[in-house]
């Protein structure tokens, strides 16, 4: 039989190894190896068979037969103390819960000399008598710097006004305190004289109290944002460029947001809706040469953005304006003090720059329509709070890609849109101003597409002005009624009609026309004088006549040349006594013409009437107080600073 080499090798490692065996007393000490041991471990062992291999229970262990020295029992070594076990669990981690172990750790100690709080401690459950005095006190080299872990029994102010609330919080607040007394300029924010170290969080309520002791908010912005009488509210919608997002979906600023409410309720602080629809009153006249025109409380100071649209209500004495800004405000024209022109709610579209906003013009309707250059518009309504958003005019969404510019007819029956298509000319589609729904489409042959367009006076057409210089004269029921052409047209930019003819059944009963064009010329016309070819009037009239009696080259009552750079607004007042046209290009470009005389008053605007660039304009109808004292209009500008002037014109 061969011999066992593995045995012999490893029976002359174990021979040869420097084996240094202690023996542990009772007290866990080590005591010098005897002699008798050391000559056991150098003992040769000539068993040449290994039985711990083949153990199944893995015990291959090598031992002596003789029992005088085991190196591996396991009550030779001794067992781990607490110290020696928290290390080990906190180097080689803890099978039981690592996390846990290291938030042990790291947390426990320190957070209770930095100030967090404990649930039995938040309680008052916890004695501090039993607590170390190194988990209540801590040194730090910075001045006036210490540990919130000493306010824990002392300072309890560490809480925001419920009305205050941060846009974010530092967590690093809640673990610093600073100490009032220790620095002299930090004296001035105790409130008692044994007041010292307060929280971090504290510390800056006061500074804040301080600031505002010492530097109060001015009157003017109280009264812009109302805080002595109400609270101003906002909403605002998250809309994204997809068309399929829902208008409902919005994010109310706060709670009891009156902009949701009905409009009764939205008006009650105004005081106006105990006043009952007022009858037509008596029409005074106007002097041509001088206005007596008196400037009145700005409705709005200078805004984040231009003024683009402004228009009055036609029942309340409300004012509604916006710009790129995507806000809406709705204003209480109320001129007296203390409160002049009181701002009631405002609306925000994220990311939609509104071009256009208009009331509906039944003053039984309290909708008001928004728009901007995107493909979708909305409709915001009043009595009942609800927001309602259009996204496409079905069947013609390749012709009106953005909505930015409409009109609602003056009868509150149709909303018209221009088309942004060019191809052959321009289109303008016509909605019905309650369903949102399409119902029939103006198609102009203009060169470069539709300039502008202007409803007529019982809104039963329209007159659409080509870039060319070609108006169109169209009609809901009947389609193109004549086509005629602006006299030097160089560019249109804008039309407007105004006043009445007396012929309430031809061309929407319109007296006055105004072009406005690039160069900054405007012309007026006078329908009147086309009603001697007007086959309701005229019988002699051939039939070989196909513009039903318009002139195809009507020759203008006045051509003004007030303007030097392109005309931009033209609006007529309500009764067509007076035009103003202005142009945003230049400081003070604005001009008032009286009517029938078609000539420009003389004595307004002055060099000193701070006007700036005028990006709106808008007529409205005073209060009847106002009327009775003599008031005949009223005119609101708004300007590229955001700003809205009003004026009131006295006949």
């Not at 150098?42 to 083949?54: D, Y």
């Not at 947390?107 to 209770?112: K, M, N, S, T």
Request: net charge negative; hydrophobic share 30%; aromatic share 6%.
């Amino acid at each position: 039989m061969a011999p066992n080499k593995t045995a012999e090798r490893v029976n002359e490692r174990k021979s040869v190894m420097p084996l240094k065996v202690r023996n542990f007393d009772q007290d866990g000490l080590d005591a010098e190896p005897s002699n008798a041991e050391l000559q056991t471990v150098n003992v040769q062992q000539e068993e040449p068979e290994w039985e711990g291999f083949e153990d199944k229970d893995g015990d291959s262990e090598s031992e002596d037969e003789s029992g005088e020295v085991v190196l591996d029992k396991e009550e030779d070594i001794p067992d781990k103390d607490e110290s020696e076990e928290e290390l080990e669990r906190l180097v080689f981690g803890d099978p039981a819960g690592f996390k846990d172990g290291i938030k042990s750790f790291a947390l426990h100690r320190l957070a209770r000399g930095i100030g967090e709080e404990s649930e039995e401690e938040e309680k008052g459950e916890v004695d501090l008598g039993d607590v170390a005095d190194r988990d209540l006190f801590f040194f730090d080299s910075g001045p006036g710097v210490l540990p919130l872990g000493s306010l824990v029994a002392g300072n309890a102010r560490d809480k925001e006004d419920d009305g205050d609330k941060p846009a974010w919080e530092d967590s690093d607040d809640e673990r610093l305190a600073v100490s009032l007394a220790s620095v002299p300029r930090l004296r001035k924010l105790r409130e008692t004289e044994e007041d010292d170290v307060v929280s971090g969080k504290e510390y800056v309520r006061r500074l804040r109290k301080q600031y505002q002791r010492l530097y109060p908010t001015p009157e003017w912005a109280i009264q812009a944002t109302e805080k002595s009488t109400k609270k101003k509210r906002r909403r605002t919608i998250e809309d994204g460029e997809s068309g399929e997002e829902s208008a409902s979906e919005m994010d109310v600023d706060e709670e009891d947001d009156l902009s949701a409410q009905p409009l009764a309720r939205l008006l009650k602080d105004a005081d106006i809706l105990s006043r009952t629809g007022r009858g037509p009153v008596k029409r005074r006249k106007l002097q041509a040469g001088t206005v007596d025109i008196q400037r009145l409380k700005d409705v709005a100071k200078a805004g984040p953005s231009a003024i683009t649209s402004l228009s009055f209500h036609p029942k309340y004495p409300l004012l509604l304006s916006s710009g790129p800004s995507s806000t809406l405000y709705l204003h209480h024209v109320n001129p007296n003090p203390p409160n002049p022109n009181p701002l009631l709610t405002s609306l925000h579209i994220k990311h939609t720059p509104l071009a256009t906003t208009a009331f509906h013009p039944s003053p039984s309707d309290s909708r008001i329509f928004l728009s901007a250059r995107r493909r979708y518009f909305h409709v915001w309504n009043l009595t009942t709070g609800s927001i309602e958003k259009v996204t496409r005019v079905y069947g013609h969404q390749h012709e009106q890609r953005t909505m930015e510019n409409f009109s609602l007819s003056p009868d509150g029956k149709y909303m018209a849109l221009r088309g942004s298509s060019k191809k052959g000319g321009g289109v303008v589609n016509i909605l019905d101003a309650t369903t949102l729904q399409w119902v029939t489409q103006a198609r102009i042959e203009s060169r470069g597409g539709v300039a502008d367009f202007v409803w007529w006076g019982d809104g039963s057409g329209l007159c659409i002005a080509g870039k060319n210089g070609e108006i169109t004269e169209w009609s809901v029921r009947d389609g193109v009624i004549g086509r005629w052409n602006d006299e030097g047209a160089i560019g249109t930019t804008v039309i407007a009609v105004g006043g009445k003819s007396g012929r309430d059944g031809w061309l929407g009963g319109d007296r006055w026309v105004a072009v406005g064009s690039s160069s900054g010329v405007v012309n007026i016309y006078d329908r009147r004088a086309w009603l001697g070819n007007n086959p309701s009037t005229n019988d002699t009239l051939t039939q070989e006549d196909t513009n039903n009696g318009i002139p195809s080259t009507p020759k203008p009552v006045r051509a003004l040349d007030h303007l030097t750079t392109p005309t931009s607004h033209l609006a007529f007042s309500s009764d067509g006594q007076i035009l103003a046209m202005a142009s945003r290009w230049k400081h003070n470009a604005l001009r008032l013409v009286h009517l029938p005389t078609a000539t420009v008053f003389k004595n307004w605007p002055t060099d000193k009437t701070p006007l700036g660039r005028i990006s709106a304009v808008a007529w409205g109808r005073p209060s009847e107080a106002e009327e009775r004292e003599g008031c005949l209009v009223l005119l609101a500008v708004g300007s590229e600073t955001g700003r809205v002037k009003l004026w009131e014109i006295r006949a």
